[in-house]
């Protein structure tokens, strides 16, 4: 099964930017739809951003819409989440999710069957 293990997160001030990445190791990343969930203390999970196995095709929260990309760098079996314009209600815990099978629902935790451990983000003013 594939393993994904998040980077990147770090401290940021409100306006500015990080990428995060989402690297895969014991399967071919590209045979997943991949997405990005996150998660401030006290509230649940959230979803951020999904892309399909093509790459081609990728869906955002309201949220993030315009602020954030999600991309996929086959070679090296990694998905990224880039964040500009970053704000305070976007701290949170970051997890990258995958799925093998199609998904239906891609908002949806129980879609995704493999999780990282999560890389933290933390926006200040």
């Known amino acids: 099964q594939v393993q994904l293990v998040e980077s990147g997160g770090g401290l940021v001030q409100a306006g500015g930017s990080l990428r995060l990445s989402c690297a895969a190791s014991?399967?071919?990343?590209?045979?997943?739809?991949v997405g990005w969930f996150r998660q401030a203390p006290g509230k649940e999970r959230e979803f951020v951003a999904h892309?399909?196995?093509?790459?081609?095709?990728?869906f955002y929260a309201d949220s993030v819409k315009g602020r954030f990309t999600i991309s996929r760098e086959n070679v090296k079996n990694t998905v990224y989440l880039q964040m500009n314009s970053l704000k305070l209600e976007d701290t949170a815990l970051y997890y990258c999710?995958?799925?093998?099978?199609?998904?239906?629902?891609?908002?949806?935790?129980?879609?995704?069957?493999?999780w990282g451990q999560g890389t933290q983000v933390t926006v200040s003013s």
């Open positions: 014991g399967r071919t990343l590209s045979n997943y739809a």
């Open positions: 892309i399909r196995r093509s790459g081609s095709i990728t």
């Open positions: 999710a995958a799925s093998a099978t199609v998904i239906s629902y891609y908002t949806r935790r129980d879609e995704y069957p493999y």
